[in-house]
Nanobody, 123 residues
Framework: QVQLVESGGGLVQAGSSLRLSCAAS????????MGWFRQAPAKERDLVAY????????YYTDSVKGRFIVSRDNAKNTVYLQMNDLKPDDTAVYYC????????????????WGQGTQVTVSS
């Protein structure tokens, strides 16, 4: 029902910024909450942020709060993750995901996933 493609990752130095984009195709994009997850090597996939279908009250995990901003443009079927003041611990593959729930925080809450985009932050 939803196909997702992430882009915008790269190799940057600590303190730099990146903006990730997730382009969605399929029906009813506006009906889905959109989440960003990340997975570092040999670690579990963790929630970074999500934004509900209304775009209100986005959620951020504590480690990125104040540095990252999640937003969505339903007219363009796109969700963004603006990442500022990047730190080496932010290094991971970042995944965009779509959920039918209003407050999805678990991997299992998201039935649709993008392919991931690598973000590497050097010190």
């Amino acid at each position: 029902q939803v196909q997702l493609v992430e882009s915008g990752g790269g190799l940057v130095q600590a303190g730099s910024s990146l903006r990730l984009s997730c382009a969605a195709s399929g029906r009813a994009f506006s009906a889905y909450s959109m989440g960003w997850f990340r997975q570092a090597p040999a670690k579990e996939r963790d929630l970074v942020a999500y934004i509900a279908w209304t775009g209100l009250s986005p959620y951020y995990t504590d480690s990125v709060k104040g540095r990252f901003i999640v937003s969505r443009d339903n007219a363009k079927n796109t969700v963004y993750l603006q990442m500022n003041d990047l730190k080496p611990d932010d290094t991971a593959v970042y995944y965009c995901a779509a959920s039918g729930l209003g407050a999805p925080r678990r991997v299992s809450d998201y039935p649709y996933w993008g392919q991931g985009t690598q973000v590497t932050v050097s010190s």
